[in-house]
Nanobody, 124 residues
């Protein structure tokens, strides 16, 4: 399977910026969907941003104009640039990728993986 690891979380003051990164452990052949989700304490996990087949980009209304999702296929990386952060953005952020990866001598295999999450804290 493909393991994902997020990085770039931390503590910032309101109005600040952070850039989250997500790295895949294996070479990806094809990405169907990449997405960032978040879960605040005591709340359900919610979709923050996604890129689906055909490069269709979707953002939650609460982050539109402030967050930007992007990917670098050559580096197996996914990013979430977060600007103008607000205290309500405080949450654990998770990366999710659905796609196909290369298997040595076996061709390709489908996967849908989640990272363990990275904490983002925004203070007022």
């Amino acid at each position: 399977q493909v393991q994902l690891v997020e990085s770039g979380g931390g503590s910032v003051q309101a109005g600040g910026s952070l850039r989250l990164s997500c790295t895949a452990s294996k070479r990806i052949f094809k990405i169907n969907t990449v997405a960032w989700h978040r879960q605040a304490s005591g709340k359900e996990r919610e979709l923050v941003a996604s890129i689906s087949t055909g490069d269709n980009v979707n953002y939650a209304d609460s982050v539109k104009g402030r967050f930007t999702i992007s990917r670098d296929g050559a580096k197996n990386m996914v990013y979430l640039q977060m600007n103008s952060l607000k205290p309500e953005d405080t949450a654990v952020y998770f990366c999710n990728i659905d796609g196909t990866y290369y298997v040595t001598y076996s061709g390709t295999r489908n996967f849908n993986s989640w990272g363990p999450g990275t904490q983002v804290i925004v203070s007022s």
